[in-house]
């Protein structure tokens, strides 16, 4: 079992062999870091936004309430329940120990995470067109609204960064378990 | 006496970092700045409790190694926040422009300087 990995090289789909390193523990480390460092950018456009339309400098009429922060609060939601589940549950099948349907919990938990993440990043577009692009708003203005939809496509990008290496972990950890 | 020369060359690197921020701070009469220095001295911290919370449990525990991951986002978290918080400030106009050059680049050398301590004094642990 040793050579799992020549066998699923063996049966891969593409042209191209998988990259080496993409199975190191550097990459996932890497990766889990990148993850940190794009929520906080995602967490820091919009404390910039908002900041910024309730400063002196702003002259506009438009400014930040809660209202903007509500896309921003679902992506969050939906990133923490999507990286709260065991990955192994997914696969129910495949172990013993995981009967009475607990793989299909698990992906109504998760459907449930990322239909948030996906309202949270829709949420973001309706408030960007409805508050801020359909008042005409230009320059700095426009900015509040263009940061809500920045802002939730970083958390998106960040969980599924943080996704993927978990997934290259468990790759990992099963070569190594075998 | 490598292991000397790195620790007098490491601390000159942090009181410059630190001469840095304190200067960032009041030349401009305006303390924002620190801020930066408490959020790089936090940043190594969340590795480093989720490492301890690691190492009392079993090694091929699947539950250990997510704490561990959970440290390393809030870590990677706390590093970006060190560089975004000053220029969030001097976006709104809180701190100027020089301040918030002279903060990020004070920031991230006693970032450096704490990170590469640590490596320094694990790879001591190894031998």
Redesign the interface.
């Known amino acids: 079992m040793i050579g799992n990995g020549d066998d699923m090289e063996g049966n891969r789909l593409f042209k191209f062999p998988k990259p080496q390193w993409l199975n190191s523990a550097n990459t996932r480390n890497a990766g889990v870091y990148l993850s940190g460092a794009l929520f906080s950018i995602a967490l820091f456009v919009m404390i910039d936004a908002t900041v910024y339309s309730n400063g002196r400098l702003n002259g506009s009429d438009l400014h930040l309430n809660f209202v903007d922060w509500i896309p921003s609060i679902f992506s969050f939601l939906g990133m923490l329940v999507i990286n709260s589940i065991d990955k192994t549950r997914l696969s129910g099948d495949t172990f013993a120990y995981s009967g009475d349907g607990v793989a299909w919990k698990a992906k109504v938990v998760l459907f449930m995470g990322f239909a948030a993440m996906a309202g949270g990043l829709a949420g973001g577009v309706t408030v960007m067109v409805l508050k801020y692009v359909t008042e005409g708003a230009t320059g700095m203005s426009l900015w509040f609204g263009v940061a809500n939809l920045l802002a939730n496509a970083l958390v998106m990008l960040s969980c599924v960064v943080l996704w993927v290496s978990q997934n290259m972990e468990d790759d990992y950890t099963y070569n190594l378990a075998l | 006496m490598a292991g000397l020369k790195t620790i007098i060359v490491l601390s000159f690197i942090l009181a410059i970092g630190f001469l840095l921020v304190i200067l960032s701070s009041a030349l401009f009469k305006n303390y924002l700045t620190l801020l930066v220095v408490a959020t790089y001295v936090i940043a190594p911290v969340p590795n480093w409790l989720c490492g301890k919370a690691q190492s009392q449990d079993d090694f ?1 525990d ?1 539950g250990s ?2 704490i561990v ?1 959970l440290g ?10 060190g560089i ?2 000053p ?2 400030l001097a ?3 809180q701190i100027t422009i020089p301040a918030m050059a002279m903060s990020i680049v004070g920031g991230l050398l006693i970032y450096g300087t704490i990170i590469s301590f640590t490596m320094f004094f694990r790879e001591q642990e190894e031998f």
């Open positions: 091929m699947s190694s997510s991951e390393r986002f809030m870590t990677g978290f706390l590093v970006v926040m975004a918080l220029v969030v976006h709104c106009d």
